[in-house]
């Protein structure tokens, strides 16, 4: 059974950090690209960052030099590295896997809030 548990998540300040981790279940995990994505109240889910099964990763330009994606293949997770968090960045954050092993599932998501 597919299933992805997000988790990490809090209130922080603008400015600072914080380290996202989803772990993975149900799937080979090593042979796919695991995505992060994230919803803005009101707002669609986007993509936020990638790493293929190669380690090759992919970023949304608006995360570019504050956001690390990572993977831990023995231990079927990926994380996200957050720094330098601004407003905007106040989401609930999904992980899930490309192409989407199972459609329409998301997991619970973490929420982000950054604010002072």
């Known amino acids: 059974q597919v299933q992805f548990v997000e988790s990490g998540g809090g209130l922080v300040q603008p400015g600072g950090s914080l380290r996202l981790s989803c772990a993975a279940s149900?799937?080979?995990?090593?042979?796919?690209?695991m995505r992060w994505y994230r919803q803005a109240p009101g707002k669609q889910r986007r993509f936020v960052a990638s790493i293929a099964n190669d380690y090759r990763t992919d970023y949304v330009d608006s995360v570019l030099g504050r956001f690390t994606i990572s993977r831990d293949n023995a231990k079927n997770a990926v994380y996200l590295q957050m720094n330098s968090l601004k407003p905007e960045d106040t989401a609930v954050y999904y992980c899930?896997?490309?192409?989407?092993?199972?459609?329409?599932?998301w997991g619970q998501g973490t929420q982000v809030t950054v604010s002072s």
């Open positions: 149900g799937i080979i995990f090593s042979s796919y690209t």
């Open positions: 899930n896997a490309y192409p989407p092993p199972k459609l329409n599932y």
